[in-house]
């Protein structure tokens, strides 16, 4: 099991300057260039744990690093003593440390004034109604010689691309297309995200976002349903 302290848990409420953890304490210079990195797939596809493996090299190796995820996110996956809004979850338990975001304004404000060498951004997806702002940040960031790292469901509940990813997925210098295994009849070659509600398919017609009683699980396309009555 791995876990990470990318971050002191304090910084969310102090705003003190970043820390990460770095046993060889080993202070990394400047990357010469920039990139933007998409981890995609649907549900259960394992995009935290690539982005937490990910985000777990690069403190490893003496980079700074910041993670950052959706406040709206709040699941408790692990049986953590931790507040689940300051840490990324993975279902196979691993974790790292986090600050929780309302906007793209909070990214960008942390963010831009940081000398942290990766930006990772979980979720990524539920900024999309800040679609143009996050775009901007992200070239900004990458211009800046940072690697953004960001993970996010690419089709939503309906099957249809998801949002901001379209863009992400046009931009990024690489793309790690991650699959889960359907819940229904084992299928591993390709998975969408299967909304339920009280335990049967989602209307297409619901809210792209809903928190509350539903549950995901990760189906093949024969057996995604969406209820279009
Ligand atoms: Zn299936």
């Avoid at 699941?75 to 689940?84: A, H, M, N, S, V």
């Avoid at 993970?151 to 991650?178: C, M, N, S, T």
């Avoid at 969408?192 to 009280?198: A, G, M, P």
């Avoid at 049967?200 to 349903?225: F, W």
């Amino acid at each position: 099991m791995l876990h990470i302290t990318a971050l002191s848990q304090q910084l969310p409420q102090t705003g003190n300057p970043i820390h990460t953890v770095n046993p060889l304490n080993i202070k990394q210079q400047d990357f010469k260039k920039g990139s933007l990195t998409v981890f995609c797939g649907s549900m259960c596809s394992g995009k935290s744990e690539e982005l937490i493996r990910q985000v777990g090299r690069f403190i490893l190796a003496g980079f700074e690093v910041l993670v950052f995820k959706p406040s709206i996110d709040n699941r408790k996956i692990l049986d953590l003593e931790l507040d689940p809004l300051h840490y990324i979850p993975s279902r196979t338990g691993s974790w790292v440390n986090c600050i929780p975001v309302t906007s793209v304004q909070d990214i960008y404000e942390t963010a831009l004034t940081s000398s942290a060498h990766i930006i990772a951004i979980d979720e990524v997806m539920f900024f999309s109604s800040e679609k143009d702002a996050l775009l901007s940040l992200i070239t900004s960031l990458v211009k800046s010689n940072k690697k953004v790292l960001v993970a996010g469901l690419d089709l939503d509940f309906r099957a249809e691309p998801f949002g901001i990813i379209p863009e992400l997925l046009a931009y990024a210098d690489k793309v790690i297309k991650l699959t889960a295994i359907c819940n229904v009849c084992g299928d591993d070659t390709f998975c969408l995200t299967q909304r339920l509600v009280n335990g049967q398919p989602a209307h297409y017609n619901d809210p792209l976002i809903m928190v509350g009683s539903t549950e995901y699980e990760p189906r093949c396309r024969k057996c995604h349903i969406i209820k279009k009555d």
